[in-house]
């Protein structure tokens, strides 16, 4: 509860606007608030802490930010006493008065809880169990731990986030890597965009590419192959995604991938008509092959069939059976 | 090899009517032992089996199994089937192979120990009575080392006295360990082969880190074939990595010149294999290991396992190199599909009756 109330204008140079101690809001920039104040002007008060000489802002980092942007020379503000109360539970109006009337994004919760834990010294045992909850999030170790180093993770990265290229778990995953191959997968990964569904694997190749050749997560994104696709302006980011997706699958699994290759290869050396559809046994596993058309009529079958019998005739055929 | 030893015993109530439970407590008798309802123990399938305070293998949980120990091991479905039974006493196991499949198929973490062992043998007993014509080969290590355990549980003596009085019934012991002292002295009449799981010494040494070494089991297999037992060899699993030809033609020669080629009755192959969520325990757990970055596919049952080629690449070596030092023992795949089977044996006939006969022929006559 605030005690002692104080409700009055301030001249917004009074406010230390460099104090970003209480801030929780990733974004301050908001249009639509910018808009309401021009029209109604400022509805609620914004809380600001008493100092010697001046204010520091608690909440209201986006009121604030907008009615500076409509050139406002002050602002109506509540304000706090040092006294009061010590810093956390200051910390913790900010952390209330975002709660009250938004969901917080990852990043602001990543923001917050690093500031309960390094700036405010709450215990972990306290954020598990208080705070983490009230975030939606499980109560578990390694969710603060994630959440701290999401805050503390690469600015690239965050931006890639903050724009919604990058999913909520891929920023968890990235987070926990060293900064500096942060660093270079931020920068490598500017030129292309990963649809949701395939972040995970592209992710988790990167991971097994490393693990498995003792190599840094980011060292695929330094191979030439990988910088040529990066590097070609007629592919969309989309598609560089996607090449460069499936050239790490094809390091991944080199006999699988070659395999493949080979089966495209050799199917195309048949030279059947694209309506039949000859498939391979899921990964090779027995060497069957499934042959499948689709006829209209009896004329169009035995067309087909036809095709078909031309191909068994060939040496190329038996090659298809022979890919690995 | 690090001995089991717990730090705690929960015993179920039931429990306490076994002579199995006061002959485990015996040997232990500094370890605090408590009993337990059996609301706390939920005897079901081992996959089921939790206790409240089973979070970790410290805890030795003796309970009697209310369900039927005999079951046919879970190669059945497979193409090419051996066709093998296996008993489980035992659940789970403390040598924490960085591949082992118990720990995510168990749910407790609990060393579990079935008390109601004359069940399980009055089962073996009845079923082998009703088939007296059928050969049975029957092994305790699917869900636990037959071994590594036994000098708390004494089961192999009762095991191996057991089955030297069944004519169409062979008990098999596969273990990693060298805990053989139980089997000194024993009237085994040819019905018990004792087998080991191998590997290369690399993998023995990364993978494998508290299984005794190659050469240690290789020594146990030794004193073993001493006492008159049949051997047998399990490359279960295979596992591919750069280098492997050179260090698993090693472990075959090492095997074939310590012991008397003409003593084993078979070796199988096994490549690696296991449930796909596995994987995750074991990048966890063992971040170390390079075993989660083979190159799988989901085969049979969903596992995951080695990309064909590689599968057969490393069986048609290991076939070659174990026929040259041991060309009449018997060498067969565990879990594989016809294809492979074929590729790596470059041989037509390898049906299920084929595979079960060989092993039958090769238990009966050696
Ligand atoms: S010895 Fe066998 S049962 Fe024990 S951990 Fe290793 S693989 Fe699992």
Redesign the pocket.
């Known amino acids: 509860m605030l005690f002692d109330m104080i409700c009055k204008e301030i001249s917004i140079e009074e406010i230390d606007l460099t104090n970003e101690t209480f801030r929780i809001s990733e974004e301050i920039v908001s249009a639509p608030l910018r808009m309401s104040m021009r029209e109604v002007g400022q509805l609620n008060p914004v809380l600001l802490l008493e100092g010697k000489h001046t204010y520091r802002l608690i909440c209201g980092f986006r009121r604030l930010y907008a009615l500076r942007q409509l050139s406002a020379s002050h602002v109506f503000a509540r304000i706090v006493e040092e006294r009061d109360r010590d810093l956390s539970g200051i910390f913790n109006l900010a952390f209330w008065d975002n709660l009250s009337h938004r969901q917080l994004d990852p990043l602001e919760k990543a923001r917050a809880l690093y500031k309960l834990r390094n700036n405010f010294g709450v215990s972990n045992n306290v954020i598990i169990k208080n705070y983490l909850p009230l975030m939606d999030l499980s109560p578990h170790k390694q969710v603060l731990h994630i959440y701290n180093m999401m805050h503390t993770s690469n600015q690239g990265l965050r931006n890639r986030f903050k724009a919604g290229h990058l999913t909520l778990s891929s920023m968890e995953y990235l987070a926990a890597m060293p900064a500096s191959s942060q660093a270079s997968i931020a920068s490598g990964l500017e030129g292309i965009r990963l649809s949701a569904g395939l972040q995970k694997k592209f992710f988790s190749l990167l991971r097994d590419l490393a693990a498995k050749n003792g190599i840094e997560p980011e060292v695929p994104f330094k191979d030439p192959e990988v910088l040529s696709i990066l590097n070609d302006a007629g592919l969309s980011p989309f598609q560089r995604g996607e090449k460069v997706f499936a050239l790490l699958y094809r390091w991944r699994y080199p006999r699988l991938t070659q395999a493949e290759e080979r089966f495209f290869e050799r199917k195309k050396s048949l030279e059947l008509p694209g309506s039949i559809r000859i498939v391979p046994a899921p990964y090779f596993e027995v060497p069957d092959l499934r042959v499948e058309f689709n006829a209209p009529d009896a004329e169009r079958f035995r067309e087909m069939a036809a095709e078909l019998f031309e191909a068994s005739q060939t040496p190329e055929l038996d090659g298809l059976f022979k890919v690995i | 090899m690090i001995p089991y030893k717990p730090e705690r015993i929960l015993v179920q109530k039931e429990s306490w009517q076994d002579t199995v439970t006061s002959e485990i407590l015996g040997r232990l008798p500094d370890v605090e032992v408590r009993t337990v309802k059996d609301s706390e123990i939920r005897p079901m399938e081992p996959s089921a089996v939790s206790t409240v305070q089973s979070r970790n293998k410290n805890t030795l949980v003796l309970m009697r199994y209310p369900g039927s120990f005999l079951k046919r091991c879970q190669g059945s479905g497979a193409d090419t089937c051996c066709n093998y039974y296996v008993v489980s006493c035992v659940w789970?196991?403390?040598?924490?192979?960085t591949?082992?499949?118990?720990?995510s198929y168990l749910s407790s973490r609990a060393l579990i120990v079935c008390t109601n062992f004359e069940d399980l043998i009055n089962e073996v007993r009845e079923t082998l009575a009703n088939s007296p014509k059928r050969i049975f080969r029957i092994g305790t290590?699917e869900?636990?080392?037959s071994l590594?355990q036994d000098p708390i549980t004494g089961f192999s003596r009762r095991l191996v006295s057991f089955f030297a009085g069944l004519a169409n019934g062979f008990l098999e012991l596969k273990?990693?360990?060298d805990c053989i002292a139980n089997l000194e002295g024993l009237d085994h009449r040819g019905h018990t082969i004792v087998s080991w799981?191998v590997n290369s010494k690399r993998i023995c040494r990364t993978e494998?880190e508290k299984?005794p070494t190659l050469e240690k089991r290789l020594a146990a297999a030794l004193q073993c074939q001493k006492w008159g037992y049949k051997l047998g060899f399990h490359f279960d699993p295979l596992i591919y990595y750069d280098g492997w030809e050179r260090d698993y033609r090693e472990a075959v020669k090492e095997i074939f010149h310590t012991l008397d080629p003409d003593r084993v009755v078979w070796v199988s192959l096994g490549a690696l294999r296991f449930p796909p969520h596995l994987i995750d325990y074991v990048k966890e757990r063992f971040p170390e290991s390079k075993i989660p970055y083979g190159e799988f596919i989901p085969g049979h049952h969903g596992k995951l396992r080695y990309f064909r080629p590689i599968r057969e690449e490393m069986y048609r070596n290991m076939i070659s190199w174990i026929l040259a030092e041991a060309p009449r023992v018997t060498v067969y795949l565990c879990m594989e599909s016809f294809p492979v089977w074929k590729n790596s044996f470059g041989r037509e006939s390898c049906s299920a009756t084929f595979v079960r006969d060989q092993l039958d022929k090769a238990v009966c006559s050696r």
């Open positions: 789970n196991c403390h040598l924490d192979c591949y082992c499949v118990l720990q290590g869900l636990a080392d590594a273990t990693k360990s799981s494998e299984a």
